[in-house]
Each structure stands twice: as C-alpha cells, then as structure tokens.
C-alpha cells in the first residue's frame, strides 16, 4: 500500500513539474505564441458555415437537429484540442528524441519512462490559448437548454469522453512505436490525422460495420460522437460506458506492453 | 576499493538495413548484422577513472550505453552497482549521471537554472542544498553568470558545462562521459578536466570516460581499456601504458638552419624534419650515441627529449 501510494505521488510530481517547465517553454517564445490562433479560429468558422449551409437544407441530420449538431461540434473540438496539444505534442516530441538519441537523457532519469514521456508536455497556455475561443464561439451558439440532457447520462457521457481520450492517445502512441526500428514513423503516425477525420459524423449515421471498427479497432468515435450521443440520450450510456472501459483498458496494456519491447530495440542514435 | 561495475563477455549486434537497389529494397529490404561489441570484459572498482579508448566505431559508445541500460545487450552480463543496468531500477538511475558530448540533455528554450528545477524535482533534491550545490559547481566552472540565460543563446562551452553540472546535481556515484570536450576550445577543454579531477577527488565519483583527445585520458583518467572492433586489447593503468612503451623516447633537435639531407642514424626512426626541428625516435638505451652523432656533425641550438606520446602508443595498439 505504501509503495502503490509513493508510485502515485511520483506520477503526480511529474504531472505538475512538467506542467511548470512546459509553461517555462511556453513562454519562451511569447511572439510567436499567438500566431495559430487565426487558423484554429477559422477551421470553427468553417465549420460553423458548414452546418448552416446543411441545416438550410434539411430540418435533421443522422437524427440530429442543429443545435444538437453545434454541440457534436462542441464534444468533437474539445476532443481535438485535448489531444493536438497535449497528445500529439508529447507524441512528436518522443519520434524526434528516438532519432535523435535524445531520449537517452530521459532513460538515465529515476522516473517511470512511459508516464514521463506520455506527460512530458501539459501546454496549458497553449489549450487556453488556442482552444478558448473557439469553444466559448460554439458553447455561445448552442441552445443549452433545448438540449435533453440528463445529469446520469451526462456523467457517463464524461467518462467515455475521457476513456475515448485515454484510447486514442495509446492507439497513437502505438502508431509512433515503428520509429524504435526504422528510426523514422511521422509518416505512419500522421494516419492520426486522417482515421480523425471523421469526427463530424454522428454515431447514428455510421453503418454498424462502421460503428464497430471506428470504437474497437481504431477508437476515434468514443472522443465525441457516442459521449454526445449517450448524454443526448440517443443510446443506453451504460453499454457504451463498458465498452469504453475495456477498449480503453485494451489499448494502454497495448501500449504498455509494446514500450517495453520498443526500448528493447532502441538503438540511441549516435 | 569494492567492484562495482561486471561486464562479462558482453556483445551488441545491430540490424543494419542495406539496400543495394532502391527499387527491390521497398519491398525485399536487406539486412545485416553489424556487431558493434563482439566480446568485452572488465570490471570498475569505486572511485577509479576509467577511458575507454577506440577508433570510431570500435564499441566505446555502445559499451557505455549497455552500462547506462540504455541499450539492451545482445549476450553476455553487465552489473552496475549490483543492477542490470537494463532494468532501469529507479535506486540505481539515482546513482548515475550520464554526459554526452554530441548531444543536448538541457532544455534548449529554458534556462539552465529552470531545466535544473526539472531534475530537483526528478531526483527529489532538497531546494536549498540543490541550488548551494549548483552554485558551487558553476562557481567551479565559472558560469555562474549564464545560469539564468537561456541555454540557445549559450556558446557551446558554457553549455558543455552547464550540462556537465546537470549530470551530477544529484551527486551521482558513477558519471559516464562520452566524448565531454568533444568541438570545445582549449581554455574550456581544460576547465572541464580540471572540473572532472576536481570532483573526483572531492565526492569520490567513479568516472568512465570516452574520447578520442588523449589530454583527456592524461588528465582525468587513472586507467585505460583499449577497444578495437569490438573488442578490448589493453586494459591496465595509464602511467603502466606509457612505462610499457618506454624502451623508446622521442628526441627533438633544435638547429639554426636545419639539414636539409640526414644520414641514416643508428636504428633511429626519423619522425618529422621542419624548419622548428628534427624528431627521432629511438630506443633508450641507444640515445646518447644519437645525440653524440647528431651534436658531433650539426650545431645544435638546443635538444627535447620526451616519451612517446600517448597518441601513438595507442595508434601503435589499434594497429596490432
């Protein structure tokens, strides 16, 4: 019990030292810090005009009306912003320490190596920074209380946002590994990008063969569209929660177990 | 003094893809395996300074890094402090600090002092002792100026340093060094083998060491492993090295206007002949006849005699 409550403390100093020292980074370059706000700005306006452009058309989409589809968009940007600036920054970090040999430096630390490099960078700044605007845009645009939420379905819908989260970042991870071998994967991890992509699409318009392979195989939807789905209470949250716990569980033992063959194979570039 | 480093025939082989032709090799690669240490044993007492000397790609690198458990060993066994190095035990990466010429452990946008705050923390470091501690060794290297600047706008010296005192900030038991001085000026190459001799002799640190510059070996270093594709050839001291090859001495004549023709002297082997002088090589005992030889038939202004520098006694091992 002790031991289990010194290897918790240890992962929680390492959260919060590198939260200071990403923030020390953060700064470093002030000038810059405000140039994607612009892009990141625009992608949401884009999107914005696109569910106009739809919902001039047609009164639902997939079931979803347009309010409903503004908070899809909502659910599926928090996802984004959570793992572009938290997720990926670690990820392309770690690809460019293995080419490097600079992950050498982070091996000699006593600190558990996965849970270091998998939280090396919180940028706080960063999601404040560029994520802030655009959620409080779509939060603005939303009729909250036209929506059917229930305080049980949205506790669950959290959890399976949060293990979608926990899922994904553990299926990149795994897309990042290859660099151990052939010293070089930003080819293969950027199928991040494009398995993401389908984010705008809910949960009800995919054919089961599509629903089945894009939360099992490959965990994308479980980031926004079933979290909005069960708290719309479009489908039974509890379900969906179990399945979230077990592809979620499924994917960080994967990521676990394929760290340490990794580091077996890690060469340290000269 | 007790062992504290085993290394027992160790080896590493690498997997190198070699595609002779572009097109065949996307979808049939070759590969082949490249041994990078064949076979290699020694053991460290704590508190020696131990150089592992080789030409490029003899080992030296990969054997610190199989030390390090950065690396995991092919065959043989390596015990550090009564680890396997590879196992990453948090109590044996307390106790080692690892230093790497080529390469840049400190945060390039931070400064060193805030990079320092991270490794506090890692190594759980009481703050006012920690920073006592870094001034102390800044003040040593004097860079106690630079600790608040970031380390991009630093000369590559100031970092080396401030990457030195990054490496033992937790008072390390063992500090591997690969190649400290390597692309550093000569006034900051000797500051870090001052430094380096300094804490040896001040915390009792165990140094191993790799560099192809010899001043290095001479003035930090006890002890000298000799390694060449793969495998150790010498092991012993470095005053032993340099005993070993004193059956010859180089011997410097200093002329007004130097000969342009020399005869064939003796068994003396003419090394070099510059306007700044001749230098022969020759065994000791049959020196004074050199010289008698030489003074007898030139003026000479003055004579050097030295031994055979630790370059070409290690040259002369690679060779064999």
Redesign the interface.
């Known amino acids: 019990m002790k031991e289990l409550v010194s290897k918790i403390k240890m992962r929680l ?2 959260l ?3 939260t ?2 990403t923030f ?2 953060e700064t ?2 002030f000038g810059n810090n405000w140039g994607n706000i612009l892009s990141t700005f625009l992608y949401t306006v884009v999107q914005i005009l696109f569910v106009q452009v739809l919902y001039s058309q047609i009164n639902t989409f997939a079931g979803y009306d347009k309010n409903q589809m503004y908070f899809l968009l909502f659910v599926s940007q928090l996802g984004f912003y959570t793992n572009w600036t938290w997720g990926e920054v670690n990820h392309r970090l770690l690809i460019e320490d293995v080419r ?3 992950l ?2 982070l ?5 558990p ?1 996965l849970w270091y490099v998998t939280f090396r960078k919180i940028p706080l700044l960063t999601i404040a920074r560029d994520a802030l605007p655009n959620l409080v845009l779509l939060a603005w645009l939303i009729n909250w209380a036209h929506l059917p939420l229930v305080v049980g379905n949205v506790v669950l819908a959290v959890l399976i946002f949060i293990l979608g989260i926990i899922a994904w970042e553990s299926f990149c991870f795994l897309l990042l590994l290859p660099v151990f071998w052939h010293g070089e994967s930003k080819q293969i991890y950027s199928l991040c990008y494009v398995l993401r992509d389908n984010e705008n699409v809910p949960w009800e318009g995919y054919r089961p063969v599509f629903q089945f392979t894009f939360s099992v195989i490959v965990p994308t939807l479980f980031m926004a569209m079933i979290p909005v789905s069960v708290a719309l209470g479009k489908v039974d949250g509890w379900p969906m929660f179990s399945l979230a716990v077990a592809v979620a569980t499924v994917f960080v033992i994967l990521k676990k177990i394929f760290w340490k063959i990794a ?6 570039a ?1 | 003094m007790k062992n504290i480093i085993s290394v027992k025939n160790l080896g590493k082989d ?1 997997k190198i893809r070699q595609n002779k032709n572009v097109i065949t090799g996307l979808w049939r690669p070759d590969f082949r395996i490249v041994s990078a240490v064949a076979d290699i044993s020694f053991s460290v007492n704590g508190g020696e300074s131990l150089a592992i000397l080789g030409p490029n790609g003899a080992g030296k ?1 990969t054997t610190i ?1 199989a030390l ?5 060993p092919t065959r043989g066994e390596v015990s550090v402090l009564g680890f396997l190095p ?1 196992d ?1 035990n ?2 044996f ?2 106790q ?3 230093l ?1 010429g ?4 400190l ?1 390039w ?2 400064t060193a002092n ?2 320092f ?2 490794l506090r ?3 759980h470091l009481e703050p006012a002792s920690c920073e006592a501690r870094v001034n102390e060794l800044a003040e040593l290297m004097s860079v106690k100026h630079v600790l608040d600047v ?1 380390v991009r706008k630093l000369s590559l010296g100031e970092r080396m340093k401030l990457e030195l005192i990054g490496a033992i900030i937790h008072s390390p038991r063992i500090l591997f060094l690969d190649e400290p001085t390597i692309g550093l000026d000569i006034v900051a190459k000797k500051k870090i083998r001052h430094f380096l001799r300094e804490i040896q002799a001040r915390y009792k640190v165990t140094i191993i060491l790799t560099s192809h510059d010899m001043a290095d070996v001479e003035k930090v270093c006890d002890r000298v492993i000799v390694i060449n594709k793969g495998n150790k050839i010498y092991d012993g001291l470095v005053e032993q090295l340099v005993d070993d090859h004193n059956e010859e001495k180089m011997v410097k004549f200093y002329f007004e206007t130097t000969p342009t023709i020399l005869p064939e002297i003796l068994q003396a082997e003419l090394i070099t002949t510059s306007d700044d002088g001749v230098v022969f090589k020759v065994k000791t005992n049959q020196m004074p006849q050199l010289i008698s030889q030489i003074t007898t038939a030139w003026p000479v202004l003055d004579i050097d005699i030295y031994a055979t520098p630790l370059e070409d006694i290690i040259e002369s091992l690679f060779r064999k």
């Open positions: 100093n390492i919060r030292v590198n200071v020292n020390q980074g470093a370059y490097r040999g600079i050498d430096f091996l000699v630390l006593p600190v190596s580091l077996k194979n890690y060469t340290s000269s | 690498f690198t890094k390090t458990g950065l690396i995991y590879f990453r948090p109590e990466l307390q080692i600090g690892l790497m080529n390469k840049a452990g945060n946008d931070l805030q990079s705050y991270l923390e890692i190594y970031p």
